[in-house]
């Protein structure tokens, strides 16, 4: 008898016609949990969690699994055994409710609005999304307690509406009224809820101006402007004023354009003060501190950088410069090149020209792209920007848009302090900064449309050149690309091609083994350039027998299966393989482990079981070979083709243990790296304690804190993509320990929707191992980062639950880190009393566990709140007990931080000359440690202090030797200290300082 269950709105759900009833309060929230998580293992602690919150009773797992047995007596009451149930199955450590679109409307929903995203046609795109917002009855699970539906699980769903009536209102308004009066009735109830969601009001406006509204239309900017003036003290956004604009002049029809033109015409300045008006003001001068610690001088965040202009930023950076190296020799594509040279008319300003390059592994798509990018780069005075998004990388660790994206912001100079929380936001400023400007931009290696699509300009001027092994439709559909889909080279150029790298008379020699060979690698360049290297090294090796070699090799890449020439393709490398010599055959097998898109040294020789020494031959004779290219110093990579080949070697070569070893020694060579680095970014602060790396792990090792962020930096996107890889190859403890390894650093510069991507991994990875540590730390470090986001409950829910976890395993000082972040971010919203609560449970716990150091610094963080309250006095007193305590016990660095709090605690009383006194105590201690970037950071206080007491001169220097650093670094501070350091100049020169 079939069962059907409704979360959209009132929980209900029936057995055959027969509706059911689904038992007391705490069962029916349990039911509702597993509902909005449909088809996802859902831990009993995380249920518990969900039902109890903060105050569960003891017998609480108990309750659990008697409501679990009476739901699944009620759905199948003839079911023969616990084990056998249909729709609640036990899976790791909790439950999961099994369903599919025809059983549960929340799947319907999404399997509706999947359709609509996947159909090009506006008009059935409408109707999609109409069916699906009809099965929306209310509120996502109304009707349970509410205390149980505050959980995040609910407010997800409830998001996924919004953005479905979004969704509806831009497809509708490509469609003609009949479609669009359907869709206003659902616009006009979630407007009516959500008044200061400009983005939704922006769609209400124009749909109703479409539907013959304007006056009432133009009544609702009207409204919305002033509620936004009232409870936020802002005026519209860009979105809004285009909205009225577009009414005005009866333009109604929504596309990309209606965002970017509000986008586009926005005060750059007035996010920041959306965001302070909220309640999420910035905590002090110190830019960018962004991180809780012991050290932290009270975990403090830029208050002082200015807002970021797009058009005065590009103007003071030097244009970026990110192509690929041009290419020493480019044989063949000149009817290609000539078509492509067609494409940028003298008036090329007055448009986006985008150009989709198709075709197979290894057929020379990104060599395509990148000569002609060098060819046409001297008309895009503006910069060229490049990534590749491994979108087939045989790894699977492909490049999320928000990644590059916001790889693009930090070429274009945007500090990380000024780059928006979430993708759209953070397109939008993309939008903005390449608005009147000429920029070239390749995007190779795509996957689809999707990939792409938020990285494409908003506005005229721009050259956008995308590789994919797909041919994007999408884009030639929506955005009028040009479509060219490159095929295996002829003949004639495939011989050129082996003539320009062996020397025209090597080929003349044998004509007839040279068109051999060019057959026999299918015309693909990449297996063409395979074998040339293998020959060039081996000059006297003749033709004839190199053409023999490669047609006695049988194989294919099943890998690539339904790409013809792969077949010819496994011939080349495997000629140029079997020269190898075993160990350099080896490693190349190995490499094909590695989850990122280039390898250092030593990950190399980690995956090996090597030292640094020893892994080098092999590594020069594969890069002699061209089965690896050393793209910089020290880093090498390979073609995914070749990465697939070897894949498929060690697979049929090497025994699952000994690849199961190297995984091993490879994720533990970033985890215990990555942990080295950030003993040196913040020596005292609280951090995991590792068990020693299996043997032949090489472990990386760091003088000093440059090199310890440049080295995070420079391997970022394996990082991440080891956390991913690492979860998804059954190693999740190395995944949730390398995450809580790499938390500060995302942190401190500024990734949050990384930092957010990488926790969400480990917290599935340490709840697939039952890992309540594990969970533990991963809840908190989510918790912070969603604070970031803003994503304020969010926030509160995996704090709580991080809580509770470190409660389980008796880690009080975890416990007190939780209420530090807690504090924290309470500070963040102005709510400093609710912070110094949690301050107050913080010391208590540290006190229990015996941590002194952590007394001390929540003694700091405590007074630097009160200096942002104006209790300048109590945060003397507060401040002074952390600094005997550090100085008692040998805490040179939470030494540091008190001295530079007390500085900015007598600063703001006017008394500079005990300001500097304090700062000049902290810089001593901070050059003492080697911590750079809080070096930097009294500097810039000293600086201000100077400021204050009109030395113009001495506050110059002091900025500009913090600005040294920072620019050292490659920090997002530096921007604001250059601003400041202009001010002290200006005035030291009696001229009006620009930031006064």
């Known amino acids: 008898m079939h069962t059907r269950f409704t979360v959209l709105g009132p929980l209900r759900a029936w057995r055959g016609e027969v509706e059911l009833e689904l038992g007391p309060p705490k069962q029916r929230a349990l039911l509702a949990f597993l509902l909005a998580q449909p088809n996802h293992p859902v831990g009993t602690h995380e249920i518990v969690d969900a039902l109890w919150r903060q105050n569960p009773p003891d017998s609480a797992v108990n309750v659990v699994h008697r409501h679990i047995g009476a739901l699944r007596r009620l759905f199948e009451p003839d079911m023969p055994s616990r084990g056998m149930s249909r729709w609640l199955v036990r899976a790791s450590g909790g439950y999961r409710l099994d369903a599919d679109p025809e059983s549960l409307d929340l799947l319907r929903f999404r399997h509706l609005r999947e359709r609509a995203s996947g159909t090009g046609e506006p008009a059935e795109a409408t109707e999609l999304l109409v069916e699906a917002l009809t099965l929306w009855r209310g509120p996502t699970a109304s009707g349970i307690p509410p205390e149980v539906r505050a959980h995040p699980a609910f407010g997800a769903v409830d998001g996924e509406h919004l953005a479905a009536v979004k969704h509806a209102a831009e497809r509708a308004l490509e469609t003609g009224r009949e479609p669009r ?93 959306r965001t302070e008006s909220a309640g999420t ?126 790889s693009f912001l930090d070429a274009l100079g945007v500090p990380a302090q000024r780059v928006p929380a979430g993708l759209d936001a953070q397109a939008a400023l993309y939008r903005s900064l390449l608005a009147r400007r000429r920029v070239l931009i390749v995007l190779d290696n795509a996957r689809d449309t999707e990939h792409v699509r938020a990285l494409l300009p908003g506005a005229p001027g721009c050259l956008v ?122 490693v190349f097998r190995l490499l094909a482990l590695h989850p990122g898109a280039d390898c250092s040294v030593a990950a190399a020789a980690s995956l090996a079981g090597l030292r640094r020494a020893e892994i080098r031959p092999p590594l020069a004779e594969l890069s002699r070979a061209h089965l690896v290219s050393e793209t910089e110093p020290g880093r090498f990579t390979c073609h995914e083709l070749l990465r697939a080949y070897g894949s498929e070697l060690g697979r049929s070569l090497d025994a ?43 472990v990386s090792e760091f003088a000093d804190q440059a090199r310890a962020a440049e080295w995070l930096e420079t391997n970022r996107s394996v990082l991440l993509a080891a956390v991913e890889q690492s979860a998804r190859r059954g190693c999740g403890e190395q995944s949730w320990q390398l995450a809580a390894g790499i938390e500060l650093y995302l942190d401190r510069s500024g990734r949050r929707q990384e930092q957010f991507v990488a926790q969400t991994t480990a917290a599935r990875a340490a709840q697939g191992l039952g890992d309540v540590r594990g969970q533990a730390h991963a809840h908190r470090a989510l918790g912070f980062a969603n604070g970031r986001l803003e994503r304020w409950v969010d926030a509160a829910g995996h704090l709580a639950r991080a809580l509770d976890l470190f409660a389980y395993v008796g880690d009080r000082a975890g416990q007190g880190r939780v209420h530090r972040y807690a504090a924290f971010l309470a500070n963040a919203r102005g709510r400093h009393e609710e912070a110094l609560e949690h301050y107050a449970q913080a010391g208590l716990l540290y006190r229990e566990a015996g941590r002194r150091s952590g007394q001390a610094s929540v003694a700091n963080e405590v007074g630097w709140t009160h200096i942002l309250t104006g209790r300048y006095t109590e945060a003397l007193e507060e401040c002074g007990r952390a600094l005997a305590v550090h100085q008692e016990i040998g805490d040179r660095n939470g030494e540091a931080a008190a001295w530079d709090s007390l500085g900015y605690a007598h600063h703001h009383l006017h008394e500079h000359d005990r300001a500097l006194t304090c700062y000049e105590h902290a810089l001593e201690l901070y050059r003492a440690i080697r911590d750079r970037y809080l070096e930097a950071d009294t500097l810039v206080h000293i600086g201000d202090s100077r400021y204050a007491a009109g030395e113009f001169e001495r506050a110059a220097d002091a900025r500009r030797q913090a600005l040294d650093i920072l620019d050292g670094l490659g920090h997002p501070d530096a921007e604001a200290v250059r601003g400041k350091l202009k001010d002290a100049v200006a005035a030291g020169a009696g001229e009006q300082p620009a930031h006064l």
């Open 465 to 586: 050149v995308v590789t994919s092994r797909h041919q994007l439709y999408g884009l030639v559909a929506a955005e009028g690309a040009y479509s060219l889909t490159l095929d295996v080279l002829g003949e004639d150029d495939a011989l050129r091609f082996l003539s320009d790298r062996l020397g025209p008379d090597r080929i003349a020699r044998d004509p007839g083994a040279a068109r051999a060979i060019a057959a026999a690698c299918g015309g693909l360049p990449l297996a063409l350039a395979v074998v040339s290297a293998r020959a060039a090294i081996n000059p006297a090796f003749p033709l004839s027998g190199i053409a023999e070699e490669l047609a006695e090799s049988e194989g294919s890449l099943h890998a690539f299966s339904g790409e013809a020439p792969a077949a010819d393709a496994r011939s080349a490398f495997s000629w140029s393989y079997r020269l190898l010599s075993p160990e350099a055959a080896r």
């Open 656 to 698: 699952p243990p000994e690849r199961r070893a190297a995984r091993r020694r490879m994720f533990d060579h970033y985890l215990h790296s990555a942990h080295a680095a950030d003993a040196v970014l913040a020596p005292s602060r609280e951090r995991l304690t590792l068990g020693p790396p299996v043997a032949g792990t090489v």
């Open 181 to 273: 009066a359907r869709v206003l009735v659902t616009l006009r109830q979630a407007a009516a809820l959500h008044m200061l969601d400009e983005a939704l009001q922006a769609r209400l406006i124009l749909m109703l101006a479409a539907t013959g509204h304007q006056a009432e239309a133009l009544e609702v900017y009207r409204t919305v402007r002033a509620r936004l003036a009232d409870d936020l003290g802002v005026q519209p956004g860009p979105e809004l004023q285009a909205a009225q604009r577009r009414v005005l002049a009866q333009t109604y029809v929504w596309d990309d354009s209606a965002r970017a033109e509000g986008t586009r015409s926005a005060d750059p300045a007035r996010a920041d003060a």
């Open 281 to 406: 003001d910035r905590e002090s001068e110190t830019a960018g501190t962004g991180w809780v610690s012991e050290s932290s001088g009270g975990g403090r965040e830029s208050a002082t950088a200015e807002p970021f202009d797009p058009d005065h930023r590009m103007s003071l950076v030097v244009p970026p410069a990110q192509l690929p190296a041009k290419l020493p020799s480019f044989t063949g594509r000149l009817d290609e090149l000539a078509r492509f040279r067609g494409l940028l008319p003298g008036n090329s300003a007055s448009t986006v020209v985008i150009s989709a390059i198709g075709g197979m592994a290894g057929v020379g798509k990104t060599a395509l792209a990148v000569h002609w990018a060098h060819q046409v780069a001297d008309r895009f005075p503006d910069g060229q920007l490049y990534v590749d998004l491994r979108g087939f990388h045989p790894s699977g660790t492909v490049m999320s848009p928000a990644e590059a994206i916001r």
